[in-house]
């Protein structure tokens, strides 16, 4: 696959990530959130694991132990953190801080764990995209700044951040499918006593079951494989950056499915954030190399 291609693929996660709350709303009124989230990992890691069973790709000689448990962790922990933030800050401040600390705490990690420095254009696109999130939900009607909420939205870009530096590092070595099938597998048995904690019968109904196969199979398996194949060739602080196409597709289908409106400063955001991703993209044209601002050597 053509590093020229790898963005591509992370892109297009980002736009299925993006239909999960326009799902979401479409859920049974009895669903709450973490219970969403535990099902959606649930359904995804066994949609994985059969994937990568059929196709006979699961080779699990000297596998990573380590790395996989962090990676797992990692996603596992990203889901209560995310819904529970919205839930204590709001959909506005929960999702901005979450989404918008991600890529900078990404680019630390890489600097602080692989020592390589992000290049200009990547905090040039960064810059671009976090403040076009931010004037994005700038029209939503939640602002309320629960302290305990904010901590749990950084403490959720942080886990995204962490997943995304600790996969890279597998996908180099192993198949992105099996990367993804073991560890959300893992993040699934992890999450699964919330599948006890929480009522689970809107699963039985018809909405029920539709939602969460949509959100496991197409916002999380899918999704997470295309996002695993990107970072064989983008480096973790920029595929996180691409992955800020995630808010944009919320907000557009909210336009388009939801009936929800857009004042002048969110439609503003959205020209940021398509001008940040295409910086990155545009790059590629230059140099393959000027788009893997922290590029990993095998070693």
């Not at 709001?90 to 890529?103: E, F, L, R």
């Not at 073991?182 to 018809?206: H, K, N, Q, R, Y």
């Not at 996180?240 to 929800?260: H, S």
Request: proline fraction near 4%.
């Amino acid at each position: 696959m053509s590093v020229k291609i790898a963005p591509f693929y992370i892109l297009l996660a980002g736009v299925l990530w993006g239909t999960t709350g326009t799902t979401q709303a479409f859920a049974p009124e009895n669903a709450h959130p973490i219970a969403i989230g535990a099902a959606r990992l649930a359904a995804g890691g066994l949609f994985l694991l059969c994937m990568v069973l059929l196709a006979g790709k699961l080779d699990l000689k000297n596998w990573p132990i380590k790395n996989t448990l962090m990676a797992s962790i990692c996603m596992a922990l990203y889901q209560p953190l995310f819904f529970s933030a919205v839930t204590l800050t709001g959909v506005a401040i929960g999702t901005v801080t979450a989404i918008g600390s991600a890529p900078i705490l990404s680019g630390f990690l890489e600097w602080l764990y692989l020592k390589k420095r992000p290049t200009a254009i990547w905090w040039c696109s960064t810059f671009l995209s976090i403040l076009g999130c931010v004037l994005l939900f700038m029209n939503k009607n939640s602002v309320h700044m629960d302290p305990i909420g904010l901590l749990m939205a950084l403490g959720a870009g942080l886990t995204f951040a962490g997943y995304t530096l600790v996969s890279r590092d597998l996908v180099e070595n192993y198949s992105s499918l099996s990367v993804v099938a073991v560890v959300f597998t893992l993040s699934a048995i992890f999450l699964s006593p919330f599948l006890f904690i929480f009522d689970m019968s809107w699963l039985g109904s018809v909405r029920g079951l539709t939602v969460s196969l949509h959100l496991g199979i197409l916002a999380t398996g899918i999704a997470y494989f295309l996002f695993s194949k990107g970072l064989v060739h983008v480096s973790s602080s920029t595929a996180v950056t691409l992955a800020l196409a995630e808010p944009l597709t919320a907000a557009l289908l909210g336009v388009f499915v939801l009936d929800e409106s857009l004042n002048m400063t969110s439609w503003l955001g959205i020209l940021l954030l398509l001008l940040g991703i295409g910086v990155l993209i545009g790059s590629s044209k230059s140099s393959e190399r000027d788009l893997e601002p922290g590029v990993v050597q095998k070693h």
